[in-house]
């Protein structure tokens, strides 16, 4: 199986409203690792490695997060799978 990673960057109200926590529930679901992180400026990042397909998945589920969320932009970059390498599972920071 080839490890694919992406790092996503999720602008809006994504704070303060089980944003991360959702995307660990979604993320856990789909079989990926990685982590989703509130930034100072707002925003959340995500970190998610796994299948191409569980990751686009995940892709799809941020642009609209949570009930509670209202997303504004999602920017995505590529990411190295190595960085979530040895983690088990996925993590909220």
Same mark, same amino acid.
């Given at each position: 199986?080839?490890?694919?990673?992406?790092? %996503? %960057?999720?602008?809006?109200?994504? *704070?303060?409203?089980? %944003?991360?926590?959702?995307? *660990?529930?979604? $993320?856990?679901? @789909?079989? =990926?690792? &990685?982590?989703?992180?509130? @930034?100072? +400026?707002?925003?959340?990042?995500? =970190? $998610?490695?796994?299948?191409?397909? $569980?990751?686009?998945? @995940?892709?799809?589920?941020? *642009? +609209?997060?949570?009930?509670? /969320?209202?997303?504004? /932009?999602?920017?995505?970059?590529? $990411? +190295?799978?190595?960085?979530?390498?040895?983690?088990?599972? %996925?993590?909220? &920071?």
């Amino acid at each position: 199986m080839t490890t694919t990673a992406r790092r %996503f %960057f999720v602008e809006g109200r994504v *704070q303060g409203v089980f %944003f991360r926590g959702s995307t *660990q529930a979604k $993320a856990a679901e @789909l079989g =990926l690792s &990685g982590y989703a992180i509130n @930034l100072a +400026d707002g925003r959340v990042e995500v =970190l $998610a490695a796994g299948t191409a397909s $569980a990751v686009a998945a @995940l892709a799809e589920w941020l *642009q +609209d997060g949570p009930p509670a /969320a209202r997303v504004l /932009a999602v920017t995505e970059a590529p $990411a +190295d799978p190595a960085e979530v390498s040895g983690s088990a599972g %996925f993590r909220c &920071g």
